[in-house]
Every structure is written in C-alpha cells, then in structure tokens.
C-alpha cells in the first residue's frame, strides 16, 4: 500500500474512534465536551495512535483492543497541547492553524478541558485490560517523563543551556510519549522480547530526531504547514538543538537518529515499512 | 479508640505513606519535586484517604493494598485544588493557610504540578492491580464527575442558579470523588453488594453535605480554621447553597443529609462508628 494512502486510511480510523469515545456535545457539560471535541478534532497527524497501532500490527496484532489505548495517547497529547499554549506557559494564539482553546473559551476552561482529556485517556487506557500499558504511559508521562521534561522546558526558558539539557528536555517532553506509543502497541500485541527491544530502540531515536526536526522547522518551515507563527521558539527564547549547536549540525544528528531508529528494526524485514517510511516523512518533514 | 485519636493515627500513616510514593527532592526535576511535596504537605485532613482506609477495614479489608489508593485520592484532591487555585479559576492567595502553589512557584509551574500529581495517582492506583477502582476513580474525576462540576461551577459564577444547579456542581465537584473514595475502600476489601451499597449511600450524602458545610464556613468560620479569607464565594459571586436557600435552609439540609447518611449504614452496626463519627465531625465542622 502507498505510504500516504495507508496514513490516510488509519487517520479515518482513529478519528472515527475518537469521535465514538468522546462525550457528545449534547450531553451535559456541554461546554467542557464541545471544548475537548474542538480541541480534539482542531487538526493534528494522529502520529501517536498510527505509531501505537502500527507497532500492534508490525508484531502480528489482530482486533480492536488497539484502538482506545491509541485514541488515550491522542488525548494525552492534546491534553498537555491546550496546557502547553496557555498564556502562563508558551502563549499560544494558534495551533494547528486554529485558535488555541484558551483565546476561544478562556484560560479556566482551557486548564479544565486539558484535565478532562487527561482523565478520559486512563479511562480508555483501562479498556485494553492491560496493567503494563495503563504503568508504561502514566510513567511516560509524570515527572520521570513528559511533565518533567515540560518543566525543564520552562526552566530553560531565556537561559544559556548545554547540549545535554536540550536532549533532556526533547526525550522527556516529546520522546517519552513517543516511545510510551511504540511500547504500548507492541505489548498488546505480544510481541517477543527480541522485537519489544527493537521497537523501544526506534522509538527512542524517533522520538528525538522528530522534536529535533520540530525544532528545525520552527526555523525554516512555512507557516501555513506549521499551522502556526514561525520563529515563535526563538521569540520565547526556547531551548532548541538549533539554538545550541546549529541549524545544519541538528540536522545532522536528526538524522543519525533516524538511520540507526530505522536500523533497529532490521529483524522485522518488510513488515516494519511503515516505521522505515515515518522516519523518512519526519525527516522531510512531510507529516 | 477515641475519634481525634483514631484521625491522627491514620494521617500518620497517610502522610508516612505520601513520603515514600512522591519523588524525593533531591531526583530531578527538582523544582517540580518539591513543588509537589509543598503543596501536599501544606497542611489538609487527608479527608479522602482517611475515607477509603475506613471503608475498607470496616468491611473486613486487611493489608496494605489501601495504602497507595488513598494516596492517589489524595493527590488527586490536591492537584484539583492547585487548579482551582489559579487566577484564571478562583483567583486563591491562600490555600490551608499558606501561600497558594502559584504565588510561589507562578503559574506554569502550578499547571505542570497539577498535571504530575494527576499522572503520578493513576501510576498509585495501577498499584493495588484492580480495574474496577481505577475505572470508578478515573470517571469520577472525569466530565461526568469532578471536571464537569468545576465547568458549571466556572460557568456560575456572578450568574443566578437555581438550587438544582448547585446541587449538580456540589454533587459532582466534590461528592463524586468522596463517593469514589468510599466505593475504592470497599472494593478493595471485597464488601458484598449490600455493603458496598449501603457505604456508597453514605458518601453520596456526606459528600454533598461537606460541601454545604464547606459553603457555609466560608460565611461564618473563623479565617484561622479556614485557613484563607472567609467570605471568599461571595467575593466571586460562586454557586453556594446559603446564596440560594439561604444560612438555616443550609444547615437544615446538611443535617438531614448527614443523618440519612448514618441511617444508610445500619447494617455494619458498632463497624462504622469511624463514619457516624466523621458526619458529626463534619456538621460541627471540625474535620
């Protein structure tokens, strides 16, 4: 199947998904569901459920257990996205080309909706029926994980940083949860030991390379892609691998990282294509 | 054991219990460690999971699989009140009679340690291996619990409601969590159905009488036992019951609710003595 195509189709999926998981709009509180939907439905590559739900496959996974562990890692993204844009972290107006929640319906909302979409994804993480997924991503994301590296994030903010506090920031704040999806996939699907490792490894460098490239994007890359302000990194003064070793140096570990993710997966043979053509998207920056 | 007695003994336990599950200070991020252990340990009753330990020995429950449940409830409480405290919800300077989360750290940083506490409950809950209870938790916080009654609430103030609406927000804002807290002790003890019904009685009514208690110190309390400024609801125009139905019809209700709630469990006889005790606690307002 054609790389795009088989993105296309599995975005269908996840969003139908969502659509079935999230509260209608017409129940009560109507306001906090219409929030989450909105927030939810603003846009955004699904790159965590595709990741989630291609590792499941890549390991001979069959049926839908996947599909609301997938829809939980979406929430948890968008989740710390609506908390991530408000004005006491990096102020965002827009995101995925869209007005960030807080400029439509206020920082308290905004702050409240984050919250929900945060206990709504331990609610579906829970329908998998599976103690090790529900540990791997709430570790992902706590202080050993995404809130740790978010936390960095805004201590870095307007200070002289080293190599090693960027790469920390990058693998906690976006990495963890990017590994947390592999793994997750993986483990549901019962993947052996050999191919769970192999899975983890690229996950790990992908993870890095992909806020790497962020990073680089935030740079060079055309605001209508971006879905938001260019330079806006730099303008908040964000602790980026550009900013500590170069535009073209960044690349150039970006991509490393990618080659030896890509790597990693050898044992898979053809049936990790996917993960080969991620690599190459987010290197090019095409999705 | 005498009840002040048998308070004390248990948050002993608790706050012995929330040492060892918070990350020490001293692991990076520190600033984020400390921030979490600044605002658990700034005082509070440890309401909740003194409620889920007594539930569970008062069905028989033996061992220390409690232990990180009540934790978790507990953190979950804090990390609601880190929220609530901003300036974008309530606007609180204080909170247990010291300066709120965001006056000290700002307002990211309280963000980001509500998130922590919120992720770091469920990597607590995942502890006592038993789906139901995070399952009840996780909904009980989410937009058809705590979340959706701190929406209406936000979406109240400086409006008229009716006692209908603040019967949802105070049901919903605090009673669903104190329910869950209950139904967590006894779910883990392995209560039959007749007493996990007859206990999720008693925290649906004590659950909204502590919170018509709580609406009625904010009028008439001492500032020292409230440990923040008195009259503050009103000062934000918040959905109150004594706003509604006015001081006495307030008490009233609270009263009967409370009795109801001890009439709920006759059939544990002498065994819920810890729970009559806590309603009278909480009409005299001294928890």
Redesign the interface.
């Known amino acids: 199947m054609d790389f795009e195509e088989y993105l296309k189709k599995k975005r269908k999926i996840i969003d139908r998904a969502l659509d079935e998981y999230l509260?209608e709009e017409k129940k009560?509180?109507k306001?906090?569901?219409r929030a989450?939907r909105y927030s939810i439905f603003a846009g955004g590559k699904r790159l965590r459920p595709i990741i989630a739900i291609s590792s499941f496959e890549a390991v001979g996974g069959k049926g839908k257990v996947i599909l609301p562990v997938a829809c939980a890692l979406e929430m948890i993204h968008t989740y710390?996205l609506i908390?991530d844009d408000?004005p006491?972290?990096d102020d965002d107006d827009l995101r995925r080309g869209k007005p960030t929640l807080h400029k439509i319906h206020?920082?308290?909302?905004a702050?409240?909706t984050?919250?929900?979409l945060?206990?709504?994804a331990?609610?579906l993480l829970?329908k998998a029926?599976n103690?090790q997924v529900?540990?791997e991503v709430?570790?992902a994301?706590?202080?050993?994980g995404m809130?740790?590296g978010?936390?960095?994030d805004?201590?870095a903010e307007g200070r002289k940083v080293s190599l090693k506090q960027v790469e920390y920031i990058h693998t906690h704040k976006t990495g963890k949860l990017l590994k947390a999806s592999i793994r997750a996939g993986a483990i549901l699907g019962n993947a052996d030991n050999k191919r769970l490792k192999a899975l983890s490894a690229y996950g790990e460098k992908f993870g890095l390379a992909f806020q790497i490239m962020d990073d680089i994007l935030d740079i060079v890359g055309e605001e209508r892609v971006l879905g938001k302000k260019r330079g806006s990194d730099k303008a908040n003064s964000k602790a980026t691998y550009p900013a500590v070793v170069g535009l073209e140096k960044s690349r150039g570990i970006a991509y490393s990282l990618l080659k030896e993710a890509k790597e990693s997966l050898r044992i898979f043979q053809e049936k990790s294509w996917v993960f080969e053509k991620l690599a190459d998207y987010v290197y090019a920056r095409i999705v």
């Open positions: 509260p009560e509180p306001l906090l569901h989450m710390s908390h408000l006491c972290m206020g920082e308290g909302m702050v409240l984050g919250d929900a945060h206990a709504l331990f609610e829970l029926k103690f529900i540990q709430a570790k994301i706590g202080t050993e809130i740790g978010q936390v960095k805004l201590e």
